[in-house]
Nanobody, 125 residues
Framework: QLQLVESGGDLVQPGGSLRLSCAVS????????IGWFRQTPGKEREGVAC????????TYGDSVKDRFTISRNYAENTVYLQLNSLTPEDTAIYYC??????????????????WGQGTQVTVSS
């Protein structure tokens, strides 16, 4: 059974950077597109970035384009999300989720399972 575990969330000042990790185990890593989502209280979960199983395709939400970078390491079975130029509006719980044999064409939450437990990112001075 596939499992995802996020880490790397922290308190950071505006303009700062963080790298989030999503460790994947329990199945063949390259079978899964991995998406990063974020959520704040009272709002719907927002798609942030996605990387295909092969690593050849990466997509980004409009609000993070040119600031965030997604990558994956096949030796470590881990997907990374580099967050740069952070603003208070990036404060959220960040989740990673898997889509078996899927692509990164859409960020519909219902297309992804399972999900990790989330990691908190807080951007504040």
């Amino acid at each position: 059974q596939l499992q995802l575990v996020e880490s790397g969330g922290d308190l950071v000042q505006p303009g700062g950077s963080l790298r989030l990790s999503c460790a994947v185990s329990g199945d063949i890593f390259s079978y899964y597109a991995i998406g990063w989502f974020r959520q704040t209280p009272g709002k719907e979960r927002e798609g942030v970035a996605c990387i295909s199983g092969s690593g050849s395709v990466a997509t980004y939400g409009d609000s993070v384009k040119d600031r965030f970078t997604i990558s994956r390491n096949y030796a470590e079975n881990t997907v990374y999300l580099q967050l740069n130029s952070l603003t208070p509006e990036d404060t959220a719980i960040y989740y990673c989720a898997a889509r078996k044999f899927g692509d990164c064409s859409a960020y519909y939450v219902s297309l992804y399972a399972p999900w990790g437990q989330g990691t908190q990112v807080t951007v504040s001075s």
